[in-house]
C-alpha cells in the first residue's frame, strides 16, 4: 500500500462538494486514502465494511463515487457490488485491490464496477479517475433514466455516462474507464472524425505527454481501440462500427438498417 498523503488538487474538475465513499476493513488505508481526498478538497464517507455501505445506501446515503476494497472479511467487495446493483444504486464503483491478475479484474467490470485500480498505485493515479467517472455525470442535454442516470442511445448502442458502462444490443460490455472514454468520445460523435489527440485527451487530460516523440500517444491509442473492438467483436462478430482514418484518428460508422 504505497499511497503517501499529497496535497495537489484534483485534475480536470473543481473537487468541492463532491462527495467519495471510501470502503476498506484496512483502518490505515482507509485513513490514508481519506487525508488525501480531503486535502484533494472532496467530502469523504469512509465505511469498514460492506455491510456498512449497503446499510448507509439504503438509508438514503448518496456519493458521487465509491471506492471499493476488494479484499474484506465477511463480505468481500465484489459481493458487495452485486448487493449494491442489486439494491438498484447507480452509484460508480472503482475497486481497489492488492489482486492484480486480469481474472479478477474482469470479475469487477463484468458485475459493474467502472474501473479496477491495484492498491500500489499513486493516490494521483486514484484521483485522476474519479476526475474522469464524475467528468461523466455532468454531460448535459442527455436522455435521464428513471433512476436519474444520464444515457445516450446511438443504435445498438446505449451509453450510462454516470456508471461508465456500454451496452450492446442489450448486452453489457466490460470495459475499463479509460475503453469506455475512447468509446464515448467517438460514439458522440458518430459519423464524424475524431482525432488521435482528441481520445487521448478524454483518457489522459489535455495535453498529456507520452509515448516517445511528439506523436507517440498516437500507438497507445492504437492499443486501446484494439481492445474495444475486440470486447464489442467477443459479443458480436459483426461488430464493425470502429473505422480507422489513417494519420488522423478513428470515427464511429452509422449503424446500417440490416444491423441489429
Given at each position: ?15 468541492t ?8 476493513d ?16 472532496f ?9 456498512e455501505?449497503?446499510s ?30 442489486a ?12 489482486l ?13 464496477a467502472?474501473d ?7 493516490f494521483?493515479i ?5 476526475s ?6 455532468r ?7 428513471s ?5 445516450t442511445?446511438?443504435g ?8 461508465s ?10 470495459l ?5 472514454k ?7 460523435k458518430h ?5 488521435y489527440r ?15 516523440g511528439s506523436t507517440?500517444?498516437r500507438a497507445?491509442?492504437r492499443?486501446?481501440v ?6 464489442f467483436?467477443?459479443?458480436?462478430d ?12 478513428y470515427?464511429?460508422l452509422?449503424v446500417?438498417?440490416?444491423d441489429?
Amino acid at each position: 500500500m504505497n499511497i503517501e498523503l499529497d496535497s495537489s488538487r484534483t485534475h480536470g474538475i473543481e473537487a468541492t462538494q463532491h462527495c467519495i465513499a471510501v470502503v476498506d476493513d484496512d483502518q490505515v488505508f482507509r485513513d490514508m486514502i481519506t487525508l488525501n481526498l480531503e486535502g484533494a478538497g472532496f467530502k469523504v464517507v469512509p465505511l469498514a465494511s460492506g455491510e456498512e455501505i449497503l446499510s448507509w445506501a439504503a438509508s438514503g446515503g448518496r456519493a458521487n463515487a465509491i471506492l471499493l476494497d476488494w479484499r474484506m472479511p465477511g463480505m468481500d467487495g465484489l459481493s458487495t457490488l452485486k448487493q449494491l446493483h442489486a439494491a438498484g444504486s447507480e452509484m460508480p464503483v472503482i475497486v481497489l485491490t492488492s489482486l492484480g491478475e486480469s481474472v479478477f479484474e474482469e470479475a469487477a467490470l463484468a458485475n459493474g464496477a467502472v474501473d479496477f485500480i491495484d492498491k500500489s498505485r499513486s493516490f494521483t493515479i486514484i484521483e485522476k479517475r474519479l476526475s474522469l467517472v464524475i467528468e461523466g455525470q455532468r454531460k448535459p442535454g442527455l436522455e435521464v433514466s428513471s433512476k436519474g442516470e444520464r444515457v445516450t442511445r446511438i443504435g445498438p448502442l446505449e451509453l450510462r455516462h454516470q456508471s461508465s458502462r456500454a451496452i450492446w444490443a442489450g448486452r453489457p460490455i466490460s470495459l475499463t474507464l479509460s475503453e469506455f472514454k475512447v468509446v464515448e468520445v467517438i460514439a458522440m460523435k458518430h459519423g464524424s472524425d475524431v482525432s488521435y489527440r482528441e481520445i487521448y485527451d478524454s483518457v489522459k487530460g489535455e495535453g498529456f505527454i507520452a509515448g516517445h516523440g511528439s506523436t507517440g500517444y498516437r500507438a497507445n491509442v492504437r492499443s486501446l481501440v484494439k481492445r474495444v473492438r475486440q470486447k464489442f467483436k467477443d459479443i458480436d462478430d459483426r461488430f464493425d462500427h470502429i473505422e480507422n482514418y489513417p494519420g488522423f484518428g478513428y470515427r464511429w460508422l452509422e449503424v446500417r438498417s440490416t444491423d441489429a
